[in-house]
């Protein structure tokens, strides 16, 4: 498919998604963090399960950096099963025969929901870098006007892992009147130096890119390819620990049995970046990685409460259920700790618990059954307080 084909058909993905979508007019702006309300403008996203009688069994799924809305249905543009069908669906640790899902496509994102491929109204063209920075905290703001569209006045729990944990640290700040039970997975409450330095390598190799043409690439027909793919490589690396590359590829070779002495794929794992990287380029738009990870980057919620993270959750009423997981380098336990102690300042109600795995940051994404039974356990307790059957 030429490079024309694919952005044409992302563009259609991006502003006429397979999914559902709520669009706001000008009556209903989206107000941002860089001061700008910006209208008209749209939110994508799924809903699985049955809302009951009087909505009070609504989970609110907030995804990861490179998630969407299709957490638990065929994705339509891969074709693979949901991000989370491990812990979604019928009988599964939030559990559809329970639980009325929703799960939207992130402010800023390219599966939906107003980005920086979406077109803007006023120029009939895709908005680039025209679009305002966005934040965890206008997501957050850009859902919660989604549950104020589904109707919907109190969710029984908003649950998320890695940026998805950042929302729903954000929730349970800015709505703490709106959010019964929350549960951040391997998150913090704000983005390191380390993790920001990572995502700047990834933002310099797409405007590296010579097909990047200063964010407006869409509008010339091109794809800044190369750059994404090596933006997702690098990336793809913090996700993983250095136990698991090492029992997954070691330094095997890759269909070879000697080194080339060249700079082809010689090692395994070498080939797998490679794969990463290019099979991301056709599902992810280069400026909305730009623009998510900044929002990653802004990510400081004690910033917000005069530098003390406590102050961010005190007289709330939500019960926190944190976990981590012991191999995880790019957010690692001791912050999980840092939020925990500041919860505990507050006087939240707050269990934690460490997970013992070698799979890095993605093992909140794979099938790890200590983290299902909490994630079971906490919700059908947090279910019996609420008086849901």
């Given amino acids: 498919m030429s490079d024309e084909a694919v952005e044409f058909a992302r563009l ?40 009951n009688a009087d909505k009070s069994n609504a989970i609110l799924i907030c995804h990861a950096l490179t998630g969407d809305q299709h957490v638990a249905n065929v994705h339509p543009v891969t074709g693979k099963s949901g991000w989370w069908e491990s812990m979604v669906g019928p009988g599964r640790p939030i559990d559809l025969d329970r639980y009325f899902v929703i799960c939207a496509n992130v402010a800023g994102g390219c599966m939906g929901t107003t980005g920086p491929a979406s077109i803007n109204a006023a120029t009939g063209e895709p908005w680039g870098l025209d679009l305002p920075v966005v934040t965890i905290r206008d997501m957050v703001r850009a859902q919660a006007l989604l549950i104020d569209h589904l109707g919907i006045d109190t969710l029984f729990a908003v649950v998320g892992g890695s940026m998805g944990g950042m929302q729903v640290l954000q929730w349970a700040a800015s709505y703490p009147d709106r959010v019964f ?15 920001i330095a990572f995502h700047e390598v990834g933002r310099q190799a797409i405007m590296a890119d010579p097909d990047w043409r200063r964010g407006r690439y869409l509008a010339e027909g091109v794809s800044p390819k190369k750059g994404l793919s090596v933006a997702r490589m690098a990336a793809h ?51 909305s990685y730009l623009y998510v ?38 957010f690692p336990t001791e912050e999980s700790r840092a939020l925990v102690h500041a919860l505990n300042a507050s006087g939240a109600r707050v269990s934690f618990a460490e997970i013992d795995s070698d799979r890095g940051h993605d093992a909140f994404l794979l099938d790890v059954p200590e983290m299902f039974d909490i994630v079971r356990g906490f919700l059908d307790a947090a279910a019996r307080e609420r008086g849901l059957r």
């Avoid at 709520?22 to 941002?32: C, D, K, M």
């Fill in 12 to 51: 259609k993905q991006v502003n006429d998604p397979d999914s559902l979508v709520a669009r706001f007019g000008s009556e209903n702006p989206l107000p941002l963090d860089a001061g700008i309300a910006i209208a008209p403008w749209q939110i994508a996203y799924q809903t699985y399960g049955t809302l």
């Fill in 181 to 195: 039970a929350v549960i951040p997975i391997a998150t913090s409450a704000k983005h390191s130096s380390q993790n």
């Fill in 237 to 287: 690396i913090t996700y993983m620990s250095d136990s698991s590359l090492q029992a997954k590829f070691g330094r095997r070779l890759q269909d070879r049995e000697q080194m080339s002495f060249g700079f082809d794929a010689d090692f395994q794992i070498e080939s797998y970046l490679r794969h990463q990287g290019m099979s991301f380029v056709d599902r992810f738009d280069a400026n």
């Fill in 293 to 330: 990870t900044r929002a990653m980057d802004y990510f400081d919620l004690a910033a917000d409460y005069g530098g003390k993270l406590a102050n961010a959750f005190l007289g709330s009423r939500t019960r926190f259920c944190v976990m981590s997981f012991t191999s995880d380098w790019l």
